[in-house]
């Protein structure tokens, strides 16, 4: 009787831990992103961080969809995908995007109401044969998105133009390496002036060195500036993100080194919710093995290595934004 008593009460246990595992597992999936940790964690959404390359994240004002970028290995193809949250508070399998799916587009940024996109693409102006990338936007009706919009030659350049961010005034922040840069690859502002784009203005020292400087996200009201900077002397070694802030001048202040969240690995692709409580970022941050204790024998360990989650390729990791924007500010 006792030998079965115990048997029952184990029974019982197991079962209620695999009740609260599920439990757990289940609003893991719902996140919400309304209780961001305190230090970086993987965002538990299904369908996001997986054994795939997983970069350059953005939601939407009211929290109800998110973007991503999914990307092969060594970036021959890259394509636009979203997930939309359900009724149930979960969130739907990734989808490309209506507007994607041919060519490369990468690196979405959505306007302040949600309903125009940014992007960087190699589509074709005419035809069909690929060219450099450059910045599009594309914006949203009842019917869903439209057609994409090349954003013209007064930005777009024979060479490449990445990552944009737009701001509520409509000023645009992107990547470029262009001839006469303050170094490799620098942080350029496009000034929105009656309606219309100007001539791209490179940041100063403040922000860009004489290393690569890239993937730049702007607080819509340019209050302070994220981006990722690789090759400085405090940097960790894979490439690190950096902030700047405004000053009373309205000046860009000296950049300097997240360290709180940063890792020996490649750390970029930032993005704050609009409620200024949550970072996101993508990470190559890994538990790949350079050794192991005894000899291995078997092929599938190192096969399964390399198909989980971190492997070395991109993921998107969430942090508590508010903090660190308090004490940096």
């Not at 609260?20 to 719902?30: C, R, T």
């Not at 990470?283 to 190192?302: C, G, M």
Request: glycine share 6%.
């Amino acid at each position: 009787m006792f030998v079965y008593l115990t048997r029952m009460i184990k029974a019982i246990f197991h079962f209620l831990v695999l009740i609260l595992l599920f439990i757990s597992e289940v609003k893991a999936q719902s996140q919400a992103f309304e209780f961001p940790p305190a230090l970086p964690e993987l965002i538990r959404v299904i369908g996001i961080n997986t054994s795939l390359n997983e970069r350059d994240f953005a939601l939407t004002p009211d929290g109800n969809e998110l973007y991503f970028t999914v990307s092969t290995p060594k970036s021959t193809f890259q394509t636009i995908v979203f997930c939309k949250r359900q009724k149930n508070g979960g969130w739907s399998a990734p989808r490309i995007v209506s507007f994607a799916g041919m060519y490369s587009d990468l690196e979405p940024a959505l306007s302040a109401d949600g309903n125009t996109l940014y992007f960087s693409s190699n589509r074709p102006l005419e035809g069909k044969e690929v060219k450099d990338f450059d910045l599009w936007r594309v914006k949203r009706s009842s019917n869903g998105w439209g057609i994409p919009e090349h954003l013209g030659n007064t930005i777009n350049t024979e060479v490449d133009e990445f990552y944009p961010s737009i701001t509520n005034n409509g000023n645009l922040y992107f990547t470029a390496q262009y001839k006469g840069g303050v170094g490799r690859e620098d942080i350029y502002m496009v000034p929105f002036v009656n309606g219309e784009f100007q001539k791209p203005i490179v940041l100063d020292t403040a922000v860009n060195s004489k290393m690569y400087e890239f993937n730049a996200f702007v607080a819509p009201d340019e209050s302070f500036i994220l981006f990722t900077s690789y090759g400085r002397k405090d940097d960790r070694g894979g490439g690190d993100l950096y902030i700047s802030v405004k000053d009373a001048s309205n000046r860009w202040k000296k950049a300097v080194n997240l360290k709180e969240i940063n890792s020996a690995q490649l750390d970029y692709c930032p993005f704050v919710s609009s409620d200024g409580k949550v970072l996101f970022f993508t990470s190559e941050r890994h538990q790949l093995p350079a050794t192991f204790k005894e000899r291995i024998k078997d092929y599938q360990v190192i096969k399964s290595s390399y198909e989980q989650t971190l492997n070395g390729t991109g993921n998107i990791y969430w942090v508590d934004w508010k903090k660190l924007i308090d004490y940096y500010r």
